[in-house]
């Protein structure tokens, strides 16, 4: 259980977080950036890309609240260890996989060391926020979504011109991760000893701001929005440089750092939707930020590389500014269990992706690509229903 605001702002717990994200994802990301090379090298289908994609995903999002609700009772300060070991098997494995069933296994102990750092580093990133939780989060993800950026960059780089086996390269930002672990493990083994000496404080609660029928309703809508959110999201983040590269004929190098476009603009998305959402409130952002993304995407099929690069951007800038809103407006309704609420969103935003990415594959095999953005470009004006969610920011007042 949680106390109101048990610590001041902790900024360099926030950047050690920050930068742990990002390395973090930025080894995750190596996954999906190297889809056409494992997709040639080892003769794979569509289909079976976004079967890779499925067992990445799903180990990466039902452990998640697991891990949440655990962490939430049993907390330990060596966490962010953990799921860095995790991440750096899962590359070593995926370097050398020789069978579907090895590239399974490699996948999905990458997606366990997911499973852990998301929800306890946005746990402690909440702990560490003094009150500012908007911008704690926005730093926080900020990091994933760079390092998610970045990854693809330097595959195009690294890895594309000189075969899979140099995926080991990356352990050299393992190595990094596990240095800048270190002093969030110790400020965090300070704060928990903290509270153990302090544990009647714990007890101190917030109050709930809805009922408990209206809380489940907001959930729902939550729900529905990462839902429109992250099937548009798969359709990007695992097929994009299929789709670039079949409609304008674009190399395998080209095409990353199109996708690395798409990616550095989620990045400047996630740091503005969270202190923009402390200021106007979390409704006002999700309703944008979804909603808005729709009139680019609905183009983006029908226009030449450049636009698509151009609309791309502002795809990705609109609509990751709504995850951290979303998960602020889930952890405020339920702020008892910040552990549970981050690896619920965080798993369902992973499972999302992973089944619409299996779902996608297959769409793909049978229609084509192209096929699949015209239909994909539809799914933001789902963001509709955001209108529903009342205001907790007045409520709060």
């Given at each position: 259980m949680e106390t109101k605001k048990n610590v001041a702002i902790a900024m360099p717990v926030l950047i050690a977080l920050c930068m742990s994200h990002l390395l973090n994802d930025l080894l995750q990301s190596v996954l999906t950036a190297s889809y056409p090379l494992i997709k040639e090298d080892m003769s794979l289908t569509f289909a079976q890309i976004g079967t890779v994609t499925l067992v990445y995903q799903m180990a990466a999002s039902v452990f998640q609240p697991i891990v949440g609700l655990f962490f939430d009772k049993h907390p330990i300060s060596w966490s962010p260890m953990l799921a860095m070991t995790l991440t750096s098997t899962g590359i070593i494995m995926l370097?050398?996989?020789?069978?579907?069933?090895?590239?399974?296994?490699?996948?999905?102990?990458?997606?366990?060391g997911s499973s852990i750092i998301h929800p306890e580093a946005s746990r402690i990133a909440s702990l560490a926020s003094g009150g500012k939780r908007g911008l704690a989060?926005?730093?926080?993800?900020?990091?994933?979504?760079?390092?998610?950026?970045?990854?693809?960059?330097?595959?195009?780089i690294i890895v594309a011109p000189y075969g899979r086996e140099k995926l080991l390269w990356f352990l050299t930002f393992s190595a990094i991760a596990f240095g800048v672990a270190i002093p969030i493990q110790r400020w965090f083994s300070a704060y928990l000893k903290k509270m153990k000496a302090e544990r009647k404080q714990m007890k101190v609660q917030t109050e709930r701001p809805l009922s408990i029928k209206m809380?489940?309703?907001?959930?729902?809508?939550?729900?529905?929005?990462?839902?429109?959110?992250?099937?548009?999201?798969?359709?990007?983040?695992?097929?994009?440089?299929?789709?670039?590269?079949?409609?304008?004929?674009?190399?395998?190098?080209?095409s990353q750092i199109c996708l690395f476009v798409f990616l550095v603009a989620t990045a400047i998305g996630t740091i503005i939707g969270g202190p923009?959402?402390?200021?106007?409130?979390?409704?006002?952002?999700?309703?944008?930020?979804?909603?808005g993304t729709a009139p680019f995407s609905i183009m983006m099929p029908h226009v030449g590389l450049t636009a698509t690069i151009v609309l791309s951007f502002f795809v990705g800038l609109m609509l990751s500014s709504a995850f951290?809103?979303?998960l602020l407006y889930a952890q405020e309704m339920l702020p008892y269990n910040l552990g549970l609420v981050s690896g619920l969103f965080f798993g369902l935003a992973f499972g999302i992706a992973g089944i619409a990415s299996a779902v996608i594959g297959n769409f793909a095999d049978t229609y084509g690509i192209e096929a699949v953005y015209k239909f994909c470009a539809y799914t933001p004006l789902l963001g509709l229903v955001a209108i529903l969610l009342p205001n907790l920011k007045k409520l709060n007042k």
């Amino acid at each position: 259980m949680e106390t109101k605001k048990n610590v001041a702002i902790a900024m360099p717990v926030l950047i050690a977080l920050c930068m742990s994200h990002l390395l973090n994802d930025l080894l995750q990301s190596v996954l999906t950036a190297s889809y056409p090379l494992i997709k040639e090298d080892m003769s794979l289908t569509f289909a079976q890309i976004g079967t890779v994609t499925l067992v990445y995903q799903m180990a990466a999002s039902v452990f998640q609240p697991i891990v949440g609700l655990f962490f939430d009772k049993h907390p330990i300060s060596w966490s962010p260890m953990l799921a860095m070991t995790l991440t750096s098997t899962g590359i070593i494995m995926l370097s050398s996989a020789t069978s579907l069933t090895m590239l399974l296994i490699a996948v999905f102990v990458v997606g366990l060391g997911s499973s852990i750092i998301h929800p306890e580093a946005s746990r402690i990133a909440s702990l560490a926020s003094g009150g500012k939780r908007g911008l704690a989060q926005s730093l926080f993800q900020v990091g994933g979504n760079f390092g998610g950026s970045v990854g693809p960059l330097l595959v195009a780089i690294i890895v594309a011109p000189y075969g899979r086996e140099k995926l080991l390269w990356f352990l050299t930002f393992s190595a990094i991760a596990f240095g800048v672990a270190i002093p969030i493990q110790r400020w965090f083994s300070a704060y928990l000893k903290k509270m153990k000496a302090e544990r009647k404080q714990m007890k101190v609660q917030t109050e709930r701001p809805l009922s408990i029928k209206m809380t489940i309703f907001c959930l729902a809508i939550l729900l529905i929005l990462i839902f429109s959110k992250y099937i548009y999201l798969a359709s990007i983040s695992s097929y994009y440089t299929f789709y670039l590269i079949e409609k304008f004929g674009v190399t395998i190098q080209s095409s990353q750092i199109c996708l690395f476009v798409f990616l550095v603009a989620t990045a400047i998305g996630t740091i503005i939707g969270g202190p923009i959402g402390d200021k106007i409130g979390r409704k006002h952002v999700i309703w944008i930020s979804i909603l808005g993304t729709a009139p680019f995407s609905i183009m983006m099929p029908h226009v030449g590389l450049t636009a698509t690069i151009v609309l791309s951007f502002f795809v990705g800038l609109m609509l990751s500014s709504a995850f951290p809103a979303i998960l602020l407006y889930a952890q405020e309704m339920l702020p008892y269990n910040l552990g549970l609420v981050s690896g619920l969103f965080f798993g369902l935003a992973f499972g999302i992706a992973g089944i619409a990415s299996a779902v996608i594959g297959n769409f793909a095999d049978t229609y084509g690509i192209e096929a699949v953005y015209k239909f994909c470009a539809y799914t933001p004006l789902l963001g509709l229903v955001a209108i529903l969610l009342p205001n907790l920011k007045k409520l709060n007042k």
